[in-house]
């Protein structure tokens, strides 16, 4: 099936055919969608499906090729939707499944999948099967949670020595009425469900199924390592005690993981995964991709949480070429999500961010932004009275800025959070007026990306480069021969640097896409600019994707 070329796409870039070995997912652009910060079309001061449905002109004439939707399943919010408590509806402050529906029918006219969040790990602890669970000790469904005792030789003391990962306290509850503690590895209103029971296994598959049945090309899973669990709970290492999420890597997972990916197999249309595997370690990530029969794709939050170095950066490239590459496993890249600081807020400079989205974009794997980073957005000031995570992380989750007037084309000035720090200047609106902007450098990068085999499927080979600087070529010689060339400066020096590949003829390289916008469609002149980024093609290279200059 051709991709579908949506909507103002530069329409002399030819769409790009998927197969079975090319799926749709490994060149896909992804843009990560938190629902209660996007766009609020009530006026309640909560984003809303109405709100990203009127939204969609952003996203086509950005160029993303699929949404993922953070959760918006019922929900008491406790961890604002990631405790859910219906896994087959919408909680009515974001809208219903006829808002669903519409949204996903609006998404794939223009040619953009949808991706919604998974959570197989825990359920709301209103969830009608926990309430149920937690009746007494005789329930049916007892078993799809983790009960324990205490130590029979601690009366009173937690079953082992986990830590929730926030708020702080153990990773166990005691329940008064029956008296056993259960299981969370994150709030108390968030129980682990139980996959050791064949009933918790089957009726989260349905779940799945529910929303494959409706559309959805495919699920992030959240923590989805942890669906498996050493069946002893063994006491965690001294000092390491709330380290349960970043440990867990059992072998019954990887079966789980290759019967979900059945559920998968059993819908047309390369239906994808992309799991939340907080290993952070490519080796241990890459074994989550099974033989191409587990998880599609896995985050890599190594990379995510690496400094803004070239001796880091290089390390990134160099673990996934290590693990991933001999293995098959698709690479993915993101810098932002609803979990962590803003990059720009982390790498301390507008400059610096630019650099960082050309590396997102140029780099082997799919790409995953996080909605307002192509504004260049900073974390929201949170003052104690705004705080509302038990997580501490509102600050990357301020409302995304639409134009400058004071309700930045939400309905209300004040919502569930405050705006981002310069949301008058920075908000999409003003920034597509401006061809100098964040967004318009992102929308560049996009259509550069889209525009080249070489920087969609090729590989990549990093390249020996000065201190600070990292250098690597995308190249594809077949079906269609397509090279470029990416060169980042790190340093906060001008770089000079030699694009003289070895055993190569030499060429003469074009600036495609600059960091800065200076000096496109000219020769590289060799020199980079402190925090500059420039994305190369060869110079007598006339092919289809000189051209970037669409409506602004
Ligand atoms: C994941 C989510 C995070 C959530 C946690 C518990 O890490 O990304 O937002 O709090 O899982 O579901």
């Not at 519409?102 to 790990?121: F, M, Q, S, T, Y």
């Not at 000096?519 to 007598?540: C, I, K």
């Amino acid at each position: 099936m051709p991709r579908a070329n949506a909507a103002g796409h530069d329409a002399s870039v030819p769409a790009t055919p998927s197969s079975a070995h090319d799926p749709w997912w490994r060149h896909a652009v992804v843009y990560q969608i938190y629902p209660r910060s996007f766009c609020d079309s009530d006026g309640d001061g909560v984003g809303d499906l109405a709100g990203i449905r009127s939204r969609l002109d952003h996203l086509t004439w950005l160029g993303v090729d699929a949404i993922w939707l953070s959760p918006f399943f019922p929900s008491p919010m406790a961890d604002f939707g990631y405790d859910v408590s219906d896994y087959c509806g919408v909680d009515p402050l974001f809208g219903t499944l006829a808002d669903f529906d519409a949204l996903v029918a609006d998404c794939h006219e223009r040619g953009i999948k949808v991706i919604v969040d998974w959570v197989p790990n825990h359920t709301s602890d209103e969830h009608p099967w926990f309430v149920e669970s937690r009746s007494s000790r005789e329930s049916p469904r007892r078993e799809w949670y983790v009960w324990r005792d205490s130590p029979a030789d601690v009366p009173g003391r937690p079953p082992n020595n986990w830590l929730a990962q926030f708020p702080d306290g153990p990773a166990w509850t005691w329940d008064e009425a029956t008296g056993q503690w259960y299981l969370h590895l994150f709030t108390p209103q968030q129980p682990d469900l139980n996959w050791d029971d064949p009933e918790v296994e089957s009726a989260m598959h349905d779940t799945l199924r529910f929303w494959l049945d409706r559309g959805v090309d495919g699920f992030r899973m959240d923590v989805v390592h942890t669906i498996g669990k050493d069946p002893e709970l063994p006491n965690l290492p001294t000092g390491r005690e709330r380290d349960a999420v970043i440990a867990n890597d059992v072998a019954v997972t990887h079966d789980r993981l290759r019967a979900i990916r059945k559920v998968l197999d059993e819908y047309p249309g390369q239906r994808t995964s992309v799991g939340e595997v907080y290993l952070l370690s490519p080796e241990r990530i890459a074994t989550y991709y099974g033989r191409g029969d587990e998880l599609h794709m896995s985050f890599n939050f190594s990379a995510l949480w690496s400094r803004w170095s070239a001796e880091a950066w290089t390390r990134n490239l160099d673990e996934v070429a290590t693990h991933l590459d001999p293995v098959g496993a698709w690479p993915t890249w993101a810098l932002s999500n609803h979990d962590v600081p803003r990059h720009r807020t982390r790498y301390g400079s507008e400059a610096r961010a630019r650099a960082a989205a050309m590396l997102l974009l140029t780099l082997r794997g799919t790409p995953f932004l996080y909605a307002g980073e192509e504004l260049g957005l900073t974390d929201a000031e949170i003052t104690a009275a705004d705080q509302v995570d038990p997580g501490g992380r509102d600050g990357c989750r301020a409302p995304v800025p639409w134009d400058p007037s004071t309700t930045h084309g939400w309905v209300r000035a004040d919502n569930w959070l405050p705006w981002p720090p310069d949301a008058a200047t920075l908000d999409a609106a003003s920034q597509r007026r401006d061809p100098a902007s964040v967004l318009h450098l992102y929308r560049r990068l996009l259509t550069a990306r889209r525009g080249s085999p070489a920087l969609m499927q090729g590989a990549l080979g990093r390249r020996l480069a000065p201190d600070g600087v990292l250098l690597y070529e995308r190249r594809i010689v077949a079906p269609v021969n397509d090279r470029r060339l990416v060169i980042v400066n790190f340093g906060d020096n001008a770089a000079h640097v030699a694009t003289d590949l070895e055993g190569d003829e030499p060429v003469r390289w074009s600036v495609e896409v600059s960091s800065d916008g200076s000096g496109e469609g000219d020769v590289f002149s060799g020199t980079l600019e402190p925090s500059q980024a420039v994305l190369l093609r060869p110079a007598a290279d006339t092919g289809h994707s000189t051209g970037h200059s669409g409506p602004t």
